[in-house]
Nanobody, 114 residues
Framework: VQLQAFGGGLVQAGGSLRLSCLAS????????IGWYRQIPGKQRELVAG???????NYADAVKGRFTVSRDIRKNTLYLQMNSLKPEDTAVYYC?????????WGQGTQVTVSS
């Protein structure tokens, strides 16, 4: 399976963006899948995602502002980001766990201006 993330961009603080992660060559099904982000010089961190038991988990920094969802028919994972803050600026990646292996998509840049 390959993942392609898109939807990033430049937005003012308080604005919204919706990221999409389209899978090809395989289905996302109900595998563990999620969004991560990375700031230069820092480790990649989980933002939001679905566990293998279909429950969701969110980083404390985004709870109440971001919502993760998926459309199995469209084979796509989404991240709705509201009330964006400058500290949300990062490269956002999607990742799926398939057959015990992590598969990463390419990143999409999100920049929030103050």
């Amino acid at each position: 399976v390959q993942l392609q993330a898109f939807g990033g961009g430049l937005v003012q603080a308080g604005g919204s963006l919706r990221l999409s992660c389209l899978a090809s060559g395989g289905t996302i099904g109900y595998n563990a899948i999620g969004w991560y982000r990375q700031i230069p010089g820092k480790q990649r961190e989980l933002v939001a995602g679905f566990r293998s038991d279909r429950t969701t988990n969110y980083a404390d920094a985004v709870k109440g502002r971001f919502t993760v969802s998926r459309d199995i028919r469209k084979n796509t994972l989404y991240l709705q980001m509201n009330s964006l803050k400058p500290e949300d600026t990062a490269v956002y990646y999607c990742k799926i766990v398939r057959l015990g292996r992590d598969v990463w998509g390419q990143g999409t840049q999100v920049t929030v201006s103050s």
